[in-house]
């Protein structure tokens, strides 16, 4: 990964290239930001800068054989530790089982999540293992760097998702992190920081990778593939999320209608037309997960518009003239007294279908339940 190839996080860049240039290299940085940010892309392209060969002022050179190594995160001193699950094959399960999978996972979408990860196992995940740093990967860790490094000046030792790693492996890898062995440098990557022990925190160098802004968004992908205007609805949509929004621009699935299916499902739960709900939860649950997952996210930033419409100024909306239409009609109805509930309702829904629910009864009971919101009655009018 060269640093050109990921889009904005200019002052990290500089910040990171800066530590190199002047060798004022820190031995355990974690780098801190959202799912679907550049936080792995510029962990990697770091680790790459650091050991190119051939390195120019502001980036790797991309072609010497550590480059080329690293591209495919396949460099003999580039150590992956990675959260993974227990199967019917490997009972005591640690990185380098997975690590194949992990690589071509990776490199088809650098900015692909831990819930993307462990989607990728399928139904080989039964009991819907979210996914763990096991104790046995703090032997392999300590068994590998107890050994010289094969060829590069800085060996790198990536954590991707630490908050996965259990009490055992923090603690037994606490003084590894202070006092790393020469040449060792620890790179670990987190969507959730506040997860990790404090005695972690303390050690480590933090780095902030900020949100991907929609200008970014338009430019990773050129002004040909995406508007400025679809990439701030993609972007609305999936809390900044590029990885998700890679996704769903691969899968079409961008050409979901997701307000014609949210706005037909409002006008039948109003009307508690039973048949036509249960004709509605059909279609939907024929989708795949993503699809419905991504439907369910559009509902609860709906839910949110309402609330904005009627409580907050117009100019705070992100939405898009039809969706502006429906909204001053259906707005009314989620207020106060139920707004919560449902938003609660569709949160569970989704952490539901990401453990394998039965799309069919999950959103037959969803729906049933948006009857029972949606004829709760407000105290008091505003708009
Ligand atoms: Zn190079």
Same mark, same amino acid.
């Given at each position: 990964?060269?640093?050109?190839?990921?889009?904005?996080?200019? !002052?990290?860049?500089?910040?990171?290239?800066?530590?190199?240039?002047?060798?004022? /290299?820190s031995h355990a940085q974690l780098?801190?930001?959202?799912?679907?940010? *550049?936080?792995?892309? &510029?962990?990697?392209?770091?680790?790459?800068?650091?050991?190119?060969?051939?390195?120019?002022?502001?980036?790797?050179?991309?072609?010497?054989?550590?480059? =080329?190594?690293?591209?495919?995160?396949?460099?003999?001193?580039?150590?992956? $530790?990675?959260?993974?699950?227990? #199967?019917?094959? $490997?009972?005591?399960?640690?990185?380098?089982?997975?690590?194949?999978?992990?690589?071509?996972?990776?490199?088809?979408?650098?900015?692909? +999540?831990?819930?993307?990860?462990?989607?990728?196992?399928?139904? @080989?995940?039964?009991?819907?293992?979210?996914?763990?740093?096991?104790?046995? @990967?703090?032997?392999?860790?300590?068994?590998?760097?107890?050994?010289?490094?094969?060829?590069?000046?800085?060996? %790198?030792?990536? /954590?991707?998702?630490?908050?996965?790693?259990?009490?055992?492996? +923090?603690?037994?890898?606490?003084?590894l992190f202070e006092?790393p062995?020469?040449?060792?440098i620890f790179l670990l990557?987190?969507?959730?920081?506040?997860?990790?022990?404090? #005695?972690?925190? +303390?050690r480590l160098q933090?780095?902030?990778? *900020?949100?991907? #802004?929609?200008?970014?968004? %338009?430019?990773?992908?050129?002004?040909?593939?995406?508007?400025?205007?679809?990439?701030?609805? &993609?972007?609305? &949509?999936?809390?900044?999320?590029?990885?998700?929004?890679?996704?769903?621009?691969?899968?079409? @699935?961008?050409? =979901?209608?997701?307000? !014609?299916?949210?706005? %037909?499902?409002?006008?039948?739960?109003?009307?508690?037309?039973?048949?036509?709900?249960?004709?509605? $939860?059909?279609?939907?649950?024929?989708?795949?997960?993503?699809?419905?997952?991504?439907?369910?996210?559009?509902?609860?930033?709906?839910?949110?518009?309402?609330?904005?419409?009627?409580?907050?100024?117009? #100019?705070?909306?992100?939405?898009?003239?039809?969706?502006?239409?429906?909204?001053?009609?259906? +707005?009314?109805?989620?207020?106060?007294?139920?707004?919560?509930?449902?938003?609660?309702?569709? @949160?569970?829904?989704?952490?539901?279908?990401?453990?394998? *629910?039965? *799309?069919?009864?999950?959103?037959?009971?969803?729906?049933?339940?948006?009857?029972?919101?949606?004829? =709760?009655?407000?105290?008091?009018?505003?708009?």
């Amino acid at each position: 990964m060269l640093f050109k190839e990921i889009i904005g996080n200019n !002052s990290v860049k500089k910040q990171l290239i800066e530590a190199v240039r002047n060798n004022r /290299i820190s031995h355990a940085q974690l780098f801190s930001g959202k799912s679907g940010s *550049a936080k792995l892309a &510029l962990a990697l392209a770091y680790a790459q800068f650091l050991n190119c060969e051939n390195r120019t002022t502001v980036d790797s050179c991309g072609t010497c054989s550590s480059c =080329l190594k690293f591209n495919n995160l396949s460099h003999p001193d580039l150590h992956l $530790v990675i959260p993974v699950l227990k #199967t019917k094959e $490997v009972q005591n399960p640690v990185s380098d089982h997975f690590i194949g999978n992990w690589r071509d996972f990776i490199t088809n979408n650098y900015y692909g +999540s831990l819930n993307g990860w462990i989607d990728s196992f399928g139904t @080989e995940n039964k009991t819907g293992q979210q996914g763990t740093i096991y104790k046995d @990967e703090a032997i392999n860790i300590h068994k590998k760097l107890s050994l010289k490094n094969y060829e590069a000046e800085y060996r %790198v030792v990536l /954590i991707w998702m630490p908050e996965r790693m259990n009490l055992e492996v +923090s603690n037994k890898l606490l003084k590894l992190f202070e006092e790393p062995p020469k040449g060792t440098i620890f790179l670990l990557v987190t969507e959730n920081a506040n997860q990790l022990l404090p #005695t972690i925190i +303390s050690r480590l160098q933090t780095i902030k990778i *900020a949100d991907f #802004t929609a200008e970014d968004i %338009v430019n990773h992908f050129g002004e040909q593939a995406l508007s400025l205007e679809k990439a701030k609805q &993609l972007r609305n &949509l999936t809390n900044a999320d590029l990885g998700k929004i890679t996704q769903i621009l691969e899968d079409k @699935e961008g050409e =979901l209608d997701l307000f !014609s299916d949210f706005s %037909v499902w409002m006008r039948l739960t109003y009307k508690m037309d039973v048949q036509g709900i249960s004709k509605w $939860v059909d279609n939907l649950s024929l989708k795949g997960r993503k699809q419905q997952n991504l439907f369910l996210s559009y509902a609860i930033k709906m839910v949110r518009e309402c609330l904005i419409y009627n409580f907050a100024s117009d #100019t705070l909306l992100k939405t898009n003239e039809n969706e502006f239409a429906f909204l001053t009609k259906f +707005s009314p109805f989620i207020h106060e007294e139920n707004s919560v509930m449902i938003t609660e309702k569709l @949160e569970e829904s989704i952490k539901a279908i990401n453990r394998n *629910a039965n *799309a069919k009864i999950l959103f037959f009971e969803l729906s049933l339940q948006m009857v029972k919101f949606l004829r =709760l009655k407000r105290k008091f009018a505003i708009k």
